[in-house]
């Protein structure tokens, strides 16, 4: 899980450096965005055990235009679904060499 973890955030470091940040922005920016993956994880480690209103509300809260988080909700509760009925090895075979 720390390699993929590490993954991610080095794919956004390399996304933020392409744009044409400099190293003192891109750490700033990079305290940023973990302080938000924070958040969020903190808003929604116990998904499935969330009322959909609710649901509603946390992606309303980090999403600009959650005009339509009914849609939102249903869909990232089948994703979760998805997820639940596949290994993690089938989604990382080729991203990180085991």
């Known amino acids: 899980m720390?390699?993929?973890?590490?993954?991610?955030?080095?794919?956004?470091?390399?996304?933020?450096?392409e744009?044409?940040?400099?190293?003192?922005?891109?750490?700033?920016?990079?305290k940023d965005y973990l302080n938000l993956f924070y958040a969020m994880i903190n808003e929604i480690h116990d998904w499935d055990k969330l009322e959909p209103k609710f649901k509603e509300?946390?992606?309303?809260?980090?999403?600009?235009?959650?005009?339509?988080?009914?849609?939102?909700?249903?869909?990232?509760?089948?994703?979760?679904?998805?997820?639940?009925n596949n290994t993690l090895n089938s989604f990382i075979k080729g991203v990180i060499k085991l």
């Not at 720390?2 to 450096?17: A, G, N």
């Not at 249903?74 to 639940?84: I, P």
Request: aromatic share 18%; hydrophobic share 40%.
């Open 57 to 84: 509300s946390v992606l309303m809260k980090f999403l600009d235009n959650a005009t339509n988080a009914d849609f939102l909700v249903k869909y990232f509760e089948k994703y979760r679904l998805y997820l639940l």
């Open 19 to 30: 744009i044409g940040y400099g190293d003192q922005s891109i750490n700033k920016k990079m």
């Open 2 to 17: 720390q390699e993929i973890y590490d993954y991610i955030f080095r794919q956004i470091e390399l996304s933020i450096r």
